[in-house]
């Protein structure tokens, strides 16, 4: 069965905190995404990645950052959490060229900045 | 502005009801896929229509890829609580892809 696992389903923060949300994948896929999700917006990509330390902006990449180190594992980072970061975060991955195929999606990330 | 809009926002309807929700665009795209996202989950590739006109039918969910390629519909027959989630359209942008806000359908038992 393949899977997208997200390190943490809920997590709460404080304002300045540092945030780190780790993504797996078991399909080596090149592939990788970070959304966000907020009710009335849908999915605005953050960043993505179509290989191993290769990353590019999305639509929304204002305070944040990610990590590729190995092709499996994608990382989102908030250097300094604010308040207006409260969302649910969802990785996916596909296989092959960008804006073909499937995205598969983790189950998602609940972040609550205080 | 959203590049893909959906109608309705919010419906709720009693199981066993028909419905359709609508995914437009004033853009054209190549293709549109239909994900449904559960409560708690992330969201999951119903199908992808790829040709102007195309209707592709899942048991009761029935898919429509309007001439133009700027629109889609989703028809629901006879609807059952197991089909309650958000539903979201998502077409090729760029490198990317983009997705609408998404209709979000509670059906009751």
Known sequence: DVKVTQSSRYLVKRTGEKVFLECVQDMDHE???????????????????????????????EGYSVSREKKERFSLILESASTNQTSMYLCASRRGVLNTGELFFGEGSRLTVL | TQLLEQSPQFLSIQEGENLTVYCNSSSVFSSLQWYRQEPGEGPVLLVTVVTGGEVKKLKRLTFQFGDARKDSSLHITAAQPGDTGLYLCAGPYGQNFVFGPGTRLSVLP
């Open chain 1, 31 to 61: 592939n990788m995404f970070w959304y966000r999700q907020d009710p009335g917006l849908g999915l605005r990509l953050i960043y993505f990645s179509y290989d191993v330390k290769m990353k590019e902006k999305g639509d929304i990449p």
